[in-house]
Nanobody
Framework: VQLVESGGGLAEPGGSLTLSCEAS????????MSWYRQAPGKERELVAA????????NYAEAVKGPFTISRDNAKNIVYLQINNLKPEDTALYYC???????????????????WGRGAQDTVSS
């Protein structure tokens, strides 16, 4: 299993970023996927999760609205679009693969792993 995040960078408050996570080494369209983030000095936290056919999507309460998770099963990529960036969105963003093949009506409750190296997103003026 390999997950490679990209698309991070330096952005100004109010701007937008789209993060990508390219997956390989497993049957991508069989697993829920997620995005987590870890801010300096804080624990890693769930941002969003999406089921294998994108039928169910969950967001952390703190990011509802500006964040959009999506996936392209033909390309084995999961995306995270972040609009209206705020300084508190500064973090290392990771994508994760569900550890179980089981479908869940609430993908945020699944256990995720196989983390990539992350994509750094820094929001500053």
């Amino acid at each position: 299993v390999q997950l490679v995040e990209s698309g991070g960078g330096l952005a100004e408050p109010g701007g937008s970023l789209t993060l990508s996570c390219e997956a390989s080494g497993f049957t991508f369209n069989s697993y829920s996927m997620s995005w987590y983030r870890q801010a300096p000095g804080k624990e890693r936290e769930l941002v969003a999760a999406i089921t294998r056919a994108a039928g169910k999507i969950n967001y952390a309460e703190a990011v509802k609205g500006p964040f959009t998770i999506s996936r392209d099963n033909a390309k084995n990529i999961v995306y995270l679009q972040i609009n209206n960036l705020k300084p508190e969105d500064t973090a290392l963003y990771y994508c994760g693969k569900a550890e179980s093949l089981s479908w869940s009506a609430y993908p945020a409750a699944q256990t995720y792993g196989s983390w990539g190296r992350g994509a750094q997103d820094t929001v500053s003026s």
